[in-house]
């Protein structure tokens, strides 16, 4: 090396630095790539993709290769520019050398190569796993030697190499990468992902019909008042009940009753053997099990019942589908038809009124880990069975009581405090 011509060491150099700037860039691109999308592009038959993949099934060898060639390669460039200044300078041009290559090689060896790599990680990993994945092959011995050196002092302070919990994303953290797609998922898509993951989190009895909003059939009742209520039902599917709405005999289709306005008379029991089993849930089962449920079962609706056994509401298919996409019916100014704005920024809203519902509308944030409805959310603040024209404040918001019927709180004016 002493014998050759500088301008060849300077040329040596120059390589010498570009290699440490393709390995520096090569490190930041493998470890900066996306991995959910290099699985992506891999099941796709992407060569670089699969081949990148390859190397990152073992980060500690991919590293172990890439940290060999680097160190290397430095301390080869360290020894060229140590000879070409002592034969330049004499021995009092070494300082000056080393602050002249410890500079070109943060600026043009790491700073720069990495920022590129960091900015376009795919640009840079791909075409090096060309070269990476033959070298490490070639140096596969050093590269073991130090992965087993460097696990074995990890292992030291108890930490095991091999436990990496990987990708794994946890709900929350999905949550964020939807969030924050950018442009790539449509604003729709984000909201209908975001429900998705909601659902597990929220029960039937948060969505499900009240007890006293189910539209029934008591079949204790006279045939002609049955069969007007049948004219006149505005639902598909019709629960039929004896007596109280607790003891539910079936499901009477409207498709069913439509075969039976043939016959000459419709009794109480072709009507009865027109009904299908009824369907109850637990209250507290998580919408992402029901829909399951439904789905297995091939049923579009259920009973909700109590810890005691009784009917408390009514949960269908349709109501789990609208948590996800959305209502399917379009309200004026996509405000619940329970909740009524008034012009001096105040809402009148019904008492059986779903908190969850009324949060959604108005973007509010009332409690729902207690109480389901507004009139229930009442009762409990207050202890009390309540009486018209009684005002109370509820985190913060103001709630004014306008009528009550039945022992429940009929309609309610709610504002926010300023």
Same mark, same amino acid.
């Given at each position: 090396?002493?014998?050759?011509?500088? *301008?060849?060491?300077?040329?040596?150099?120059?390589?010498?630095?570009?290699?440490? @700037?393709?390995?520096?860039?090569?490190?930041?691109?493998?470890?900066?790539?996306?991995?959910?999308?290099?699985?992506?592009? @891999?099941?796709? *038959?992407?060569?670089?993709?699969? /081949?990148?993949?390859?190397?990152?099934?073992?980060?500690?060898?991919?590293?172990?290769?890439?940290?060999?060639?680097?160190?290397?390669?430095?301390?080869?460039? @360290? @020894?060229?520019?140590?000879?070409?200044?002592?034969?330049?300078?004499?021995?009092?041009?070494?300082?000056?050398?080393?602050?002249?290559? +410890?500079? #070109?090689?943060?600026?043009?060896?790491?700073?720069?190569?990495?920022?590129?790599?960091?900015?376009?990680?795919?640009?840079?990993?791909?075409?090096?796993?060309?070269?990476?994945?033959?070298?490490?092959?070639?140096?596969?011995?050093?590269?073991?030697?130090?992965? +087993?050196?460097?696990?074995?002092?990890?292992?030291?302070? /108890?930490?095991?190499?091999?436990? #990496?919990?990987?990708?794994?994303?946890?709900?929350?953290?999905?949550?964020?990468?939807?969030?924050?797609?950018?442009?790539?998922?449509?604003?729709?898509?984000?909201?209908?992902?975001?429900?998705?993951?909601?659902?597990?989190?929220?029960?039937?009895?948060?969505?499900?019909?009240?007890?006293?909003?189910?539209?029934?059939?008591?079949?204790?009742?006279?045939?002609?008042?049955?069969?007007?209520?049948?004219?006149? #039902?505005?639902?598909?599917?019709?629960?039929?009940?004896? *007596?109280?709405?607790?003891?539910?005999?079936?499901?009477?289709?409207?498709?069913?009753?439509?075969?039976?306005?043939?016959?000459?008379?419709?009794?109480?029991?072709?009507?009865?053997?027109?009904?299908?089993?009824?369907?109850?849930?637990?209250?507290?089962?998580?919408?992402?099990?029901?829909?399951?449920?439904?789905?297995?079962?091939?049923?579009?609706?259920?009973?909700?019942?109590?810890?005691?056994?009784?009917?408390? *509401?009514?949960?269908?298919?349709?109501?789990?589908?609208?948590?996800?996409?959305?209502?399917?019916?379009?309200?004026?100014?996509?405000?619940?038809?329970?909740?009524?704005?008034?012009?001096?920024?105040?809402?009148?809203?019904?008492?059986?009124?779903?908190?969850?519902?009324?949060?959604?509308?108005?973007?509010?944030?009332?409690?729902?880990?207690?109480?389901?409805?507004?009139?229930?959310?009442?009762?409990?603040?207050?202890?009390?069975?309540?009486?018209?024209?009684?005002?109370?404040?509820?985190?913060?918001?103001?709630?004014?009581?306008?009528?009550?019927?039945?022992?429940?709180?009929?309609?309610?004016?709610?504002?926010?405090?300023?």
């Amino acid at each position: 090396m002493n014998e050759a011509p500088i *301008g060849i060491l300077l040329g040596v150099l120059v390589f010498l630095l570009l290699l440490s @700037a393709f390995f520096s860039g090569s490190e930041t691109g493998m470890m900066a790539l996306n991995r959910y999308r290099l699985r992506h592009m @891999a099941r796709s *038959g992407n060569k670089g993709a699969i /081949r990148t993949s390859e190397l990152l099934k073992r980060p500690d060898r991919l590293i172990g290769v890439i940290l060999i060639g680097n160190n290397f390669v430095n301390n080869l460039s @360290a @020894a060229i520019t140590t000879v070409i200044a002592i034969r330049v300078w004499g021995d009092s041009g070494i300082a000056a050398a080393t602050l002249l290559l +410890t500079l #070109a090689v943060l600026i043009f060896s790491e700073v720069t190569p990495k920022t590129l790599a960091a900015l376009h990680p795919e640009r840079f990993a791909f075409p090096s796993s060309l070269i990476l994945k033959p070298l490490l092959w070639l140096l596969y011995p050093m590269v073991w030697m130090a992965n +087993t050196i460097s696990n074995g002092l990890l292992r030291l302070m /108890r930490v095991n190499p091999e436990n #990496a919990t990987g990708d794994q994303l946890s709900h929350e953290e999905l949550r964020t990468v939807v969030n924050e797609a950018s442009t790539l998922i449509p604003t729709r898509h984000k909201g209908m992902l975001s429900n998705i993951l909601d659902l597990e989190n929220v029960t039937v009895d948060d969505i499900m019909i009240p007890r006293n909003e189910i539209v029934g059939i008591n079949i204790e009742e006279g045939i002609d008042d049955i069969l007007d209520q049948l004219r006149t #039902a505005q639902h598909t599917r019709i629960p039929v009940y004896k *007596g109280d709405i607790n003891n539910i005999i079936g499901i009477l289709h409207m498709r069913n009753v439509a075969k039976l306005l043939n016959l000459e008379e419709i009794t109480r029991a072709v009507l009865l053997n027109e009904t299908s089993d009824p369907y109850f849930v637990p209250e507290v089962t998580p919408l992402h099990t029901q829909m399951m449920n439904f789905q297995k079962k091939k049923l579009r609706s259920a009973f909700v019942v109590d810890e005691y056994g009784d009917v408390i *509401g009514l949960v269908t298919l349709e109501d789990i589908l609208e948590e996800i996409v959305g209502d399917f019916t379009t309200d004026v100014d996509d405000i619940s038809q329970d909740i009524t704005p008034q012009k001096d920024g105040t809402y009148i809203i019904d008492g059986s009124a779903s908190i969850r519902e009324t949060n959604k509308s108005l973007s509010w944030e009332l409690a729902i880990d207690g109480p389901k409805t507004l009139n229930g959310l009442i009762t409990e603040h207050l202890e009390e069975i309540p009486e018209s024209g009684v005002c109370l404040e509820v985190d913060c918001y103001r709630m004014e009581i306008l009528q009550i019927r039945d022992n429940m709180v009929k309609t309610v004016k709610v504002w926010m405090k300023e």
